[in-house]
């Protein structure tokens, strides 16, 4: 369906460097850190930033130099972009009318999905009267009604309390059902609970491309570090380990030690910088040979700082 082929841009002091990947009716999420290059991968999908080099295409059409408004791709950008002078009723109208759709048509399209995003209560109102989660319906529905052939969404719910960010996100598996997504997040809980293809960009550059399982097998370091693993080397050898894959235990015997070693066992032991109490679990800092190791445990493990612990790796990743 969608297909980048060697894509790059420079962009003010950033350059997006040889993406290519291939999208099909799926929901795609494009994760990565902040500046990584997101944004600027989905502008240039739709047009908006036009590509130094590569190529652009859509059901083996090249749309590489094609206007955005012949695309026919809805983009909902971080800000939502709705016009305050504006109601919700004629936000979302606006394109329609850009397009000379008839009123009777119009406003057909416009209950319905006022329906479906459960906004019908709020088409009067004006955006500064709306919560963030309105806003983002409301943004939705004027991308929407158009019936795009695919939906590009910037960092759609980073504006959002987190109390309303589930109901967004089931919100939006409905609506993948209508119309493919490419959804571009630095959130990883977003990214495993929507993608069905996950992109992984770090600095401008496409680094995976895959299922939920590029999350259990990071191809590479730069990857690795950004999905949270400890970096470790063993015997010559740099691994990669989740944080609920290193087990600590409290070390009861008096002697043990009070620095970070490995014994004759090849038993390793690290001492406890901190640790903060989430409730049902416990994310505890543990120094390791010159280094920090990040560990997950369970909600009864009583620990405090400048305690000695035994340190073993389960589910190591050679990287």
């Known amino acids: 369906m969608l297909k980048l082929e060697n894509v790059s841009k420079s962009w003010k002091e950033f350059q997006l460097k040889n993406v290519s990947f291939e999208l099909r009716d799926k929901y795609c999420v494009i994760l990565?850190?902040?500046?990584?290059?997101?944004?600027?991968?989905?502008?240039?999908?739709?047009?908006?930033?036009?590509?130094?080099?590569?190529?652009?295409?859509?059901?083996?059409?090249?749309?590489?130099?094609?206007?955005?408004?012949?695309?026919?791709?809805?983009?909902?950008?971080?800000?939502?972009?709705?016009?305050?002078?504006?109601?919700?009723?004629?936000?979302?109208?606006?394109?329609?009318?850009?397009?000379?759709?008839?009123?009777?048509?119009?406003?057909?399209k416009i209950k319905d999905i006022a329906e479906f995003l459960n906004i019908s209560h709020i088409l009067e109102r004006t955006p500064k009267t709306l919560s963030g989660g309105e806003q983002?319906?409301?943004?939705?529905?004027?991308?929407?009604?158009?019936?795009?052939?695919?939906?590009?969404?910037?960092?759609?719910?980073?504006?959002?309390?987190?109390?309303?960010?589930?109901?967004?996100?089931?919100e939006l598996k409905k609506i993948s059902e209508l119309t493919p997504v490419i959804h571009i997040t630095h959130d990883f809980v977003e990214a495993r609970t929507l993608g069905e293809n996950i992109a992984i960009v770090i600095d401008g550059e496409l680094n995976d491309f895959g299922t939920k399982e590029i999350f259990k097998k990071p191809k590479n370091e730069k990857i690795a570090k950004f999905l949270g693993y400890n970096i470790v080397s063993e015997n010559n050898t740099k691994l990669a380990i989740s944080p609920e894959n290193v087990k600590i235990k409290a070390v009861e015997n008096t002697n043990a030690p009070k620095s970070t070693s490995t014994n004759l066992n090849n038993q390793k032991y690290g001492i406890v910088n901190g640790f903060i109490d989430f409730g049902y679990y416990k994310t505890v800092s543990v120094s390791y040979n010159n280094k920090n190791l990040k560990c997950i445990c369970d909600e009864d493990f009583d620990i405090k700082s400048g305690d000695s612990v035994s340190i073993d790796f389960e589910n190591m990743i050679r990287i």
Do not use: W
């Not at 036009?50 to 026919?72: Q, S």
């Not at 929407?144 to 109901?167: F, R, Y």
């Open 136 to 170: 983002q319906r409301t943004a939705l529905a004027r991308a929407l009604v158009l019936n795009p052939k695919l939906l590009l969404l910037d960092e759609p719910t980073s504006a959002l309390d987190i109390h309303i960010k589930d109901t967004v996100m089931d």
């Open 32 to 108: 990565g850190p902040s500046g990584a290059g997101k944004s600027v991968i989905i502008q240039c999908i739709a047009g908006i930033l036009d590509v130094d080099n590569g190529k652009i295409y859509y059901d083996d059409e090249d749309i590489t130099d094609l206007k955005p408004e012949l695309r026919n791709f809805g983009y909902v950008p971080q800000n939502y972009a709705l016009f305050p002078n504006m109601n919700v009723y004629k936000n979302i109208k606006y394109g329609m009318t850009i397009r000379n759709i008839g009123k009777l048509t119009a406003d057909k």
